[in-house]
């Protein structure tokens, strides 16, 4: 079951990289209006916000990452706390952006629902 949490937290990393590149630097594109729910008049309104959170993302996905790295070697406690932080956080993350915007709900769900089967895989 290791080696498939592992695979599935390398994967949560990944997710997480891609779209905090996309919202780092990608966020004026309109092709990507209905994950970020941007207007171009207001790109620079946000940009600091964007950008921001866009890095706080690839930071949680190399966290997650390296969690699900040290998981399988000998500091298998530390990753396995450092995984099911970066999991809970984005469920909680995830119900956050449910509920302060419902019409990202896809969004909402992409973003809490693999971290909730990885958290329940890790609870077991």
Sequence with gaps: MTGA????GVVLGVVLIVVGVLESFFFRDQRFHPIFLID??????VRLWTVNLGFYN???????????LLLGGPNHAAGHAILLFACVA??????????SERRLWVS???QALLPLVIAVLLLL
Excluded: C, N, R, Y
Aim: a neutral charge.
């Design 90 to 99: 984005h469920v909680i993350l995830g119900m956050v952006l449910l509920f």
């Design 40 to 45: 171009p008049k207001d790109t620079a309104a």
């Design 58 to 68: 690839m930071v949680w996905g190399v966290g997650a990452i390296t969690g699900a």
């Design 5 to 8: 949490i592992q695979v599935l």
């Design 108 to 110: 909402a769900v992409g």
